[in-house]
């Protein structure tokens, strides 16, 4: 609704991830580094965290965008769960093998031959796994075997793993990863902006869509956003876009921090955030139940109703975070169906 209001000629701040609104903050630069790095060693895993909205899936479609299709044949798939035949299956689509019917040591040889395939045309391929954290360790155990695949004593499977934090510490936690983790040849954690990059982030996104200037921003402001997303991408862009509405509706020219906080807070109070699972109480046994000269009797506890209230209470919980996720998306329905220039208003 705003973008016409303010002459733009496409969403700024859209919440799906786009390559064409990359922006390279300092962790983006670094994990560029580590990518590229990664990428020369022509093997093992390159392995990319950070937490939800954080830009991992922004990076690598940037990442992607810019290597030579001629020397790297790279494919993509998300993890949902997968377990190892699903993953192992899913690899061989994308390699134009047909996986039906086949057994797992046929499925193997098909996906070699796959691979071979790809190096016979001078490329070796990379494999870019999305959610990382959600593979069982099946399913990573049979990545780590896919990259063990030679041809002429090079590797012809690099692997690029994604992940929510949760990944990083399996890694780095779980003894059975000890194969993984001694094949990854660079890691990088991908961090929040910081406050001073705001700025120039929020200009970016505006210009990439014909910015000329409105609505105006005061220095104040971008402290504001940056409270309020902890620094985040996808937080950002999600408060931008009420605020950007929000001026639009009334108005207004000029957002100041002010304006931020009572979107922020409006928003906070339309979607509250989900208050945490209280901790079962230990029981302590009342003072009639112990006697001086024996041990303390035991409580009568009914367990099985404490068990069926903690499961209600993440039932509810779970439902609870399902009806925000449909609420987001009814709220950017109705808002709409890289030289670092900024926004600083100078004068505030």
């Known amino acids: ?198 700025d120039a982030y929020m200009a970016h996104r505006l210009l990439r869509v014909g910015w000329k200037g409105k609505p105006d921003f005061t220095a104040n402001a971008f402290a504001a956003f940056h409270r309020a997303s902890g620094g985040v991408p996808r937080q950002l862009n999600s408060i931008a876009n009420r605020v950007m509405l929000h001026a639009a509706l009334s108005g207004s020219d000029l957002i100041d921090a002010d304006a931020v906080e009572a979107v922020v807070a409006d928003m906070r109070a339309d979607l509250p955030a989900p208050s945490a699972r209280p901790t079962p109480k230990a029981v302590t046994p009342a003072p009639e139940l112990v006697s001086s000269d024996s041990a303390p009797a035991t409580p009568a506890v009914d367990h099985d109703t404490a068990a069926r209230l903690i499961e209600l209470e993440a039932r509810v919980e779970e439902q609870d975070l399902a009806l925000r996720r449909v609420l987001n998306m009814l709220v950017e329905w109705v808002e709409g169906e890289d030289a670092r220039p900024t926004l600083t208003n100078r004068a505030a």
Do not use: C
Request: a negative charge; charged letters at 20%; aromatic letters at 6%.
């Open 1 to 198: 609704m705003f973008e016409d209001h303010f002459g733009l000629t496409g969403r700024p701040f859209q919440l799906t991830p786009d390559p064409a609104f990359w922006f390279e903050t300092a962790t983006h630069r670094k994990a560029m580094a580590y990518l590229g790095f990664g990428l020369q060693q022509g093997e093992g895993f390159v392995v990319i965290t950070g937490e939800i909205g954080a830009g991992k899936t922004t990076l690598m479609g940037h990442l992607l965008a810019s290597i030579d299709p001629t020397s790297l044949n790279a494919i993509r798939m998300v993890s949902t769960a997968l377990e190892a035949d699903d993953l192992l299956r899913t690899v061989a689509v994308q390699l134009g093998v047909q996986p039906r019917g086949l057994a797992k040591a046929e499925l193997l040889l098909a996906i070699e031959r796959g691979l071979h395939g790809v190096a016979r045309t001078g490329r070796r391929t990379l494999l870019v796994v999305d959610e990382a954290q959600a593979l069982s360790v099946s399913a990573v155990e049979e990545l780590r075997m896919l990259s063990n695949f030679q041809a002429g004593g090079r590797a012809m499977l690099q692997v690029v793993l994604l992940g929510q934090p949760e990944f990083r510490d399996r890694l780095h936690g779980e003894s059975h990863l000890e194969q993984l983790r001694q094949r990854v040849v660079a890691i990088h954690h991908l961090e929040p902006m910081g406050p001073e990059e705001v």
